[in-house]
């Protein structure tokens, strides 16, 4: 007797796989594929949401594996649920080396040069939590950012292949992500590793596909791919409008080349950081993760990237956005 499908599958591309009761059970030939998979996505928005107890009791609930790629770590809750963990299960951290004098043990490895910038981690092989966030008393507290819970096991074979080269001492390179286009209940998420998988030109191509809308938030703006785009859409009658982070504001960021246009773009009012690295599409497509529109952040650094296409999670989104903007039109 055959298994019955408990969901319903479009298969869009090449080398897609399809799932049964929650399986992979074999390979199409279509093309445009995503792999369907069952789970949620959490959106949690630093510093007026409690983000330090989002990510602590993510990973209180680890029962074989921690697995975490971060910038730094600093923020006093996660060092001792990461040093408790350790005592029980299969731990390992990878951090950038200008900052593993914050938390330096045994099953801790930095990179060798560039920036190892991600902030992710896998719990159990079966979830991760990625986004803008450090886990850092400045990222949870004091910074403006998000931070993203997504219960999916390919979501997570898909960061830990990442992990796994890094940890390994792969850097700045390694192979393209497995299954990138991974459907999570009606969530599409779209994920990618820099510089591996040319995360700008994936920002460029969906930026491309806005009919009415972008707004963005970002801490460093200074490639020139994404900020012609969005002079183009612009041009091509798209309402285009963001906040930038006003100490990143110089003679090579977007800021200026973006008001000359008269794009309505502006500083931010935070007294710290403003520290999202966030463009939503036509208020339904959010794009974010570890990775500023930058240079370095596109072909330098070790990043990643998440396209969410959700309405709900976009107006979570936008209404982070209408906060950010709200401080700084208050400053």
Known sequence: ?????????????????????????????????????????????????????????????????????????????????????????????????????????????????????????IVDSKKVSTGSMNPTVNGANKNNNNLLLINSVTTANNYEDEFQEMWSGTFKKGNNVKNPSVMVNDIQLEMYFCPEDDCADKIEEELEKAEQSIHFMTFSFTHEGIGNTLLLKDLDGVHVEGVMEARQVSKYSR??????????????????????????VDESTVITGSMNPSAGGDSRNDENLIIIRDSTIASEFMEEYRFVKGEALDK
Do not use: R
């Not at 319903?8 to 369907?36: C, H, P, Q, R, W």
């Not at 990510?55 to 609930?61: A, I, K, Y």
């Not at 502006?266 to 966030?278: L, Y």
């Open 255 to 280: 800021f200026e080349q973006l008001s000359y246009q008269d794009i309505d773009v502006i500083k931010d009012g935070n007294k710290q950081n403003m520290h999202h690295k966030v463009f939503i």
């Open 1 to 121: 007797m055959k298994k019955s499908i408990t969901f319903i599958i479009l298969i869009l591309a090449l080398g897609g796989y399809f799932f049964m009761d929650g399986e992979i059970t074999g390979k199409v030939t279509e093309t445009n594929s995503f792999v369907a998979d069952i789970g949620d996505v959490q959106v949690y928005f630093c510093p007026h949401e409690d983000c330090t107890s989002a990510l602590t009791q993510f990973l209180e609930t680890a029962e074989e594996s921690i697995h975490c790629a971060v910038f730094e770590l600093d923020l006093p809750e996660v060092q001792k649920v990461i040093l408790n963990k350790q005592k029980e299960i299969d731990v390992k951290v990878v951090t950038d080396n200008d900052y593993l004098y914050e938390f330096n043990y045994s099953f801790v490895k930095t990179d060798t040069w560039g920036l190892m910038h991600n902030k992710f981690c």
